[in-house]
């Protein structure tokens, strides 16, 4: 059981009448390989158009659901779901640390694939294990242009933090 999330930043001069958007992705697949209780290999396969909004904070009035609507419109348009229909990352390498693993592998979205490390934390809560991670992703880095409006004055931040959290039950 777990859960993927983008946050995102409005920015511009006139960010304060913007939100700050919690976008949840619904459909995912993470896989993991194991050889005498360590994991040697991850994957994540994440289905773009899964996405939806969550919730938006700030901004001059909540977001209605037909605006929830729009946002999400607005973000399968920019992440071009259509020609790329899935966001991954391939791990190549894991490292043990103090709190969990630093995977190295890859990123891809907008089928523009870059270098990425990405440090989990793993948390031992007695019959399962916890683990989280947040990374910040540029979105020009990988060839979204970031929505914005009122000639750019209203826009969403270059950079999303990805958060990923999971449960995974003790053997």
């Not at 994440?46 to 946002?71: F, N, T």
């Not at 523009?112 to 793993?122: C, F, G, S, W």
């Not at 209203?154 to 449960?167: E, P």
């Amino acid at each position: 059981m777990g859960e993927l999330l983008v946050r995102t930043t409005a920015a511009g001069p006139a960010a304060r009448l913007g939100h700050d958007l919690t976008i949840v992705m619904d459909e995912w697949i993470a896989e993991v390989s194991w050889v005498g209780g360590r994991p040697t290999a991850v994957s994540l396969t994440v289905q773009a158009a899964s996405l939806s909004v969550l919730r938006g904070d700030g901004g001059v009035k909540s977001l209605s659901g037909a605006e929830k609507a729009l946002v999400r419109s607005n973000a399968l348009r920019a992440l071009d779901v259509k020609r790329h229909p899935t966001i991954g990352y391939q791990c190549e390498q894991i490292v043990a640390t103090d709190d969990g693993y630093r995977l190295v592998g890859s990123l891809a979205i907008h089928g523009k694939t870059h270098p990425r490390a990405i440090d989990l934390q793993v948390t031992d809560l007695g019959d399962t294990w916890r683990m989280s991670c947040d990374s910040v992703v540029r979105q020009s880095e990988f060839g979204v242009k970031p929505y914005s409006l009122m000639m750019g004055s209203l826009r969403v931040a270059d950079d999303v933090t990805v958060s990923f959290t999971a449960s995974l039950a003790k053997d």
